[in-house]
């Protein structure tokens, strides 16, 4: 997924900062100030934090950004900043706060004048129209009233990756370099607008599939970096937001299946063998089930899937390169060094949006000059293939003589025949062994789940039991599980029957899976109306609470039999493996086992622990305590 790199020079005026807590404008600032080192951070990982929270937040928990731009990767959580601005002079300044960055959904800025709060609604997630200044970036207007400190929030969301390229400007430093930074966005791809319409013309001519694909290439790669940069939704789409992170997604899957098609068609790579070929069309499968997946899964899942997967496209593309240099020719050696400058940008933007590089004017727009540069180099290998094309028909014409060319016609079609009916019969082979996987799969699934509750059976939970056991006696880890019985069921099948008790063991089921961690702890219907609920890393206390949390639940549980309540309980048996205790399966078990008929002993619905004899050798001998919450 390559990116072109621009190198921006930022006017040569920049603020002295303030010896206060923030960047002090002087009167006579001309350009621009980076405010990055003056921005403390707070992380809101649970997306809760209101402003009025927020301005009451100790300084101490706030932290002070430490990279050359605000740069948190790819992250779930709200992110605030904040910086503090004075003002010195007597006078009224007027500024601009530029956010550098828009492919950020979300950017709500608060500014706390002497006078009052003003805030401002950003993103990409908003129609371009709300924006007080109408930039592809975001701009927000500043007036610093004199002798005086203005404070500003920054909250930050967003699916794409969180980077606050943050920049006070003076305004009519900010308007020489727009103009200056648009001359040159517009030269770029006027270029690229160019080489793609002349190459189609090119195509239309020879009908070359080559050319064709290079124009979709050509194409694809602006489109791509203007999402990016947020051109396109400025211009093309700028009443529709939802559209802005599809937009990527597509336009980059487009570059990488079209540059793929192209390198293929144009190096020949059947010369490499069949290997080359099958590799990029399962690239090319890959590629377009991720953009299919993007309709329906998130963007941070599609995109962290994409960057990796375009970054290894563009290695194989100039790997490919130098194994067809190899073999000589010149048209391969303007494809490589192309592709070379591509690769250059698709890894520095990759590396960029992954938060392994930091973000900078050239990182940020090194795929433009690699792309520009290499749309020119292979329109040149797109010319010398012509000429060798050229040359070698007319050598072959007359060299050859007619027989001996329908010959080689015939033995070229005989083998491309071969060669269709190995990889028809390699790809049903392929089809065949992956349904067979699933079905094993599938049985697999089926022999381990109970079928009237839903969840594990008992023998996945031995299975999986004695592994966690082995692993958490081998780290010194805690581990608990809860052995619990449905209170009087037999007396429930007798009274309601067993449909109904039938009914009412789902239910229960049911009820521990909502009470559990999913994904980490396992509940398992352990035969009859009896349930073993294992807790990895969960110590007795921690233990208590799931049982507790459960016995209540399945107590407040609304179980209606004939329109009527009827109330299910359960009694709980909890057995823990301490840090250092080496203990089998079964013995675990029995503890637990143990101290369910513990509790039910004393009464039913309630929780019992065992717990092991720290001084004696037996590890069996039990202390049942009684625990039960009303």
Known sequence: MPVFALLLILLSGYCAAASGSGPEPQSDLIGALDLSEY???LEDADNTLSLEEVVTIHSS???LNQST???QGYSASTWWLKLTLNNSDSAAQDRLLEIAYPGLDTVNVFIKHSHGLETFRLGDALPFDQRPIKSHTFIVPLQLDGNSATDIYLQIRSKSAIQVPLTLWQPAAY???????TLMQGFYYGVMIVMGIYNLFVYLAVREKNFLYYVCFVFSIPLFIASVKGFSFEYL???????????????LCFTIMFGALFTESFLKLEKLGNWAVVLFRVLLVMITAILLASIVLPYRDVITLLIPLTTFCCFLGLMFGLMMWNKGGLSARYYTVGWAAFLTGGITLGLNKLNLIPTNALTENTLQVGSSFEVVLLSFALAESINEDRRLRSQAQQNALETERNVRQAKEQALHL?????TELEARVRERTQELEVLNQQLAEISDTDQLTGLKNRRYLNRVLDEELIRCSRYRNPLSIILLDVDHFKQFNDNYGHLVGDDCLKSVGSTLKESIRNGVDCATRYGGEEFCI????????????????IRTNIENMAFLVKGETVPVTVSLGISALLPNEQLKMDKLVKRADEALYAAKAAGRNRTMIARANQSGSDPLNTVVQHKKLN
């Open 237 to 251: 789409w700028p009443n529709h937001p939802n559209w802005n992170d599809q937009a990527i997604i597509w336009s």
């Open 39 to 41: 921005i403390d951070y």
């Open 175 to 181: 308007l020489k370099h727009d103009r200056g930074e």
């Open 534 to 549: 294992m807790l990895p890393e969960t110590d007795v206390k921690g233990a208590l609470e799931v049982a507790e949390r």
């Open 69 to 71: 731009t605000f740069t």
């Open 418 to 422: 071969q060669q269709q009916v190995a």
């Open 61 to 63: 928990n706030w932290k």
